[in-house]
């Protein structure tokens, strides 16, 4: 198996890199090969400025990046939800990563499109200040919506699962223990 690990949090010193970090080793200690994007160390412009109508050059960072994304069967997110989605950081990766050519193509005279990215899956692991009951119940899961099915499913990706992990703030050290050893076992099982 191929893993590509992708960290959204800007911050290294945050949970989110610990969670990256435990997904990774439970990852390699069952012989998948993984290769690791932490968005916040990327060198990119994370707007798209002229959105599809003018194509604005890829930074190398951008390239190696859709190297990756085509490289790996299994591509794992791990980021923090910001204001009911992606911070924006991540958000300008998925703009500028994610294009037509690259990971889509909508056909011409059609409201369809192709996606060019079937075959792969995809886990989302997220973090959140509030319950994770009341994130899908009370909020109706945006960034949940918004990643699995209007962003990789709609790239071809069609099995996407999810951890929410939260509320995190007010969380003790046993429960991101217990989360940390969680993560570690789903790269382990590389779901």
Known sequence: MKILLINGHPDKESYNYALAAAYMKGAKNSGAEVQEINIGELDFNPNLEFGY??????????????????????????????????PALMKGFLDRVLLPGFAFQKRKGSVWWDK????????????????????RWINARPSHIAMK???????????????????????????????LAKVEKLGFQNR
């Not at 930074?59 to 069967?73: C, F, H, M, N, R």
């Not at 692991?125 to 009341?134: L, V």
């Not at 499913?153 to 509320?167: A, D, E, H, L, M």
């Open 149 to 179: 099915k209007l962003t990789m499913n709609f790239i071809g990706i069609k099995k996407v699962s999810i951890t929410s992990i939260g509320p995190l703030r007010l969380s003790k050290d046993e429960f991101r223990q217990k989360w």
């Open 53 to 86: 109508r003018k194509r604005t050059e890829l930074e190398p960072d951008l390239v190696k990046a859709q190297e990756s994304i085509k490289w790996a069967d299994h591509i794992v997110w791990v980021y923090p939800v910001w204001w009911g989605s992606v």
């Open 116 to 135: 060019y990215l079937i075959g792969k899956t995809s886990r989302i692991i997220c973090t959140m200040d509030q319950p994770t009951w009341y994130y």
